[in-house]
């Protein structure tokens, strides 16, 4: 789906349970996921000028989502796909490395990406962070942090392998999202590598 259809449809829940119990219920966990997929994906193509798209694992334990791109540079689609774990910084976590190192125990595929969401509006010592993660053994391509500056502005840090940083408006990214198609899926016969609009899709929510 495409990370506006993932923002919104988050947004509908908490209309309709209210923000504490879509925020904490188990019941909700993949549609938050994909909320925090669709915002990573959103501040990517802010950076880079691609269109993403996010898709929800839900069969296997890992990774949690993906993140899909199609590059047509070389005259063919193309597709970039990047494995995402997410994790999420709460009120009970003082220091964001914690949970970082916790993750970085495990045993996860060299090509992963750690997304770490900052729930909690505690400070992130990048510098120090940054500084205390070379002398760990990182099993993660890249590591992001992303959280809120502002009500309506969202920023994402990459602390591996170098720093990037993005900041974009929530709404404004929103509204590019609306020229978007919403749902596409990859075609199964053959060798082509073309993606089928799929249209308008009607997804309940629970």
Not at 2 to 28: C, D, H, N, W
Not at 156 to 182: H, T
């Amino acid at each position: 789906m495409s990370p506006r259809t993932a923002v919104v449809r988050m947004i509908s829940l908490i209309e309709k349970y209210g923000y504490p119990q879509a925020s904490t219920s188990g019941r909700f966990k993949h549609e938050r996921e994909a909320w925090t997929t669709g915002m990573y994906a959103l501040g990517l193509e802010e950076a880079y000028g691609k269109q993403y798209w996010v898709e929800i694992e839900t069969v296997d334990q890992t990774p949690d989502t993906r993140v899909h791109h199609i590059d047509q540079s070389g005259g063919r689609n193309k597709i970039g796909t990047q494995d995402i774990e997410i994790v999420d910084w709460e009120e009970h976590v003082d220091d964001a490395l914690d949970l970082i190192k916790q993750k970085c125990r495990r045993a996860y595929p060299p090509h992963f990406c750690l997304l770490l969401l900052a729930r909690n509006g505690k400070n992130f010592d990048v510098e120090r962070i940054t500084q205390e993660l070379c002398a760990i053994n990182i099993p993660f391509a890249e590591i992001w942090v992303l959280g809120r500056i502002a009500d309506e502005m969202m920023t994402m840090l990459r602390v591996v392998p170098s720093q990037v940083r993005v900041d974009f408006e929530i709404a404004e990214a929103l509204e590019k999202g609306k020229r978007e198609r919403q749902f596409m899926v990859r075609q199964k016969r053959g060798s082509s590598t073309e993606f089928r609009d799929l249209g308008p899709i009607f997804l309940p929510i629970p």
